[in-house]
């Protein structure tokens, strides 16, 4: 399997009729930058291709590295492992750490994985096979979310054996395109702990674009359906790449101006898929590889980068405080990102970033405390990087240009020795 990135020039701005339909709603008008994505995502591919930082380090939570020993590779199993590894990529929890947990689970009882066994039965079957699955979950440290994954995993279950043979590949076999994917498999039951809907054979507990598009994604990069074009998993890791480097802006406002705008909004997510997936329609480049250069910058080196930190109280660091936990903005002053100790973060972040140079692609830092605490995804200022970072690392070629490159897969994530200047060893 390749990925090409070709150079296709297209349209500066666009704002879809979808977008359009749902920004009514909000007060902020925002859009598409097709140049800038043009730019940002050419430069994103192009290291992932050189498999330059952070690819030559970084993994994905779908790695072999966290599949059971015993899970049978490209088959209605593996499809059915990573169906249900769904269940944790919502959020709050570390991807890696629920599927390498979730492993665990299937190395000792495999056969909690197999959809026949949930058959249909009345309230006190239900709730037995649902007591057992969350048992089960806790036993193996999976407790987040637990009581709802465990209902979300029956139910999913009972509905992929009855409908679908019990495998998810019958989701997709067809090469759908995402609109008709969406309505095969997103939750259509507004009490999502109700099991009215299982009678039904589209709609699946838990499952929101976000998780439709992360199943596409698992399942295609394992080789388990035809590749066919679809938007990344849209999740903070993504929009904070997307916000950050203005692929997504707001008509009207300088990047001055944009600072504290709050894009925790559907018109926002709705706009991520559609840039995300119109770019790899436009220049035929895989999703997956879209979706990896994406999120494993973000989860990489923008974590890493100190002026994304923030400051938030946390009860459980206080045992006397009896509020909930609250964001309070950036955690270091721009004085005090410029100290010795925050300079070297940087050159192990920014530093060693794609989108850090004069090419001027990234504008703002955008912090997670916002996002997972306040419900809020906001510039928080613009991103600061040291000075004598500047005459490092601008204007070398190790950051510029855009050009054709073909990646295989089965080298994607090897390592290639990098000193920290990002220079090859």
């Not at 802006?249 to 559609?274: C, H, N, Y």
């Not at 590889?289 to 109280?313: I, K, Q």
Request: net charge neutral.
């Amino acid at each position: 399997m390749t990925y090409a990135v070709p150079l296709v020039v297209f349209e500066t701005e666009r704002t879809s009729l979808k977008a359009q339909k749902i920004k009514q709603k909000d007060t902020v008008d925002f859009y598409i930058d097709e140049s800038q994505a043009k730019k940002v995502f050419g430069l994103l591919l192009e290291r992932l291709a050189r498999k330059g930082p952070p690819y030559n380090t970084a993994h994905v939570p779908q790695a072999d590295m966290f599949l059971p020993t015993n899970l049978n590779k490209k088959t209605r199993e593996h499809a059915t492992f990573l169906f249900v590894l769904c269940l944790w990529m919502r959020g709050g929890v570390e991807s890696d750490t629920a599927a390498a947990f979730l492993g665990d689970m299937y190395q000792e009882e495999p056969e909690l994985f197999v959809p026949e066994s949930y058959v249909h039965g009345d309230k006190e079957q239900t709730e037995a096979q649902i007591s057992m699955v969350k048992d089960a979950l806790r036993r193996y440290r999976l407790d987040q979310r637990v009581d709802e994954n465990a209902c979300g995993w029956v139910y999913n279950m009972r509905k992929l054996a009855r409908f679908w043979g019990g495998d998810p590949r019958r989701f997709m076999d067809d090469r759908p395109d995402f609109g008709t994917l969406v309505r095969r498999i997103k939750s259509r039951r507004a009490d999502r702990k109700s099991f009215l809907g299982e009678h039904d054979r589209e709609g699946f507990m838990y499952f929101r674009e976000k998780m439709v598009a992360m199943l596409a994604y698992f399942l295609m990069d394992a080789d388990l359906v035809p590749m066919f074009y679809a938007p990344v998993p849209v999740d903070f890791h993504v929009l904070r790449v997307l916000i950050a480097s203005e692929v997504i802006r707001v008509r009207g406002k300088s990047t001055e101006e944009t600072i504290g705008v709050d894009f925790m909004r559907t018109t926002v997510l709705q706009l991520a898929r559609e840039a995300t997936e119109g770019y790899c329609r436009s220049h035929r480049v895989s999703p997956i590889a879209l979706a990896d250069s994406l999120w494993l910058l973000s989860r990489t080196l923008c974590r890493r980068n100190p002026g994304n930190s923030g400051y938030v109280t946390d009860s459980r660091k206080d045992p006397n405080w009896k509020g909930r936990r609250r964001f309070h903005g950036p955690k270091w002053s721009v004085e005090e990102l410029a100290m010795p100790g925050k300079v070297e973060s940087f050159r192990r972040s920014c530093g060693l970033c794609p989108l850090n140079g004069s090419n001027g692609t990234c504008a703002f830092n955008v912090v997670s405390g916002a996002y997972y605490v306040a419900g809020q995804l906001r510039p928080e200022r613009l991103r600061f990087v040291p000075t004598e970072l500047q005459a490092h690392f601008l204007d070398h070629p190790e950051f510029q240009g855009t050009e054709h490159h073909l990646i295989d897969e089965t080298v994607r994530f090897a390592p290639i020795p990098f000193d920290d200047q990002g220079q090859e060893a």
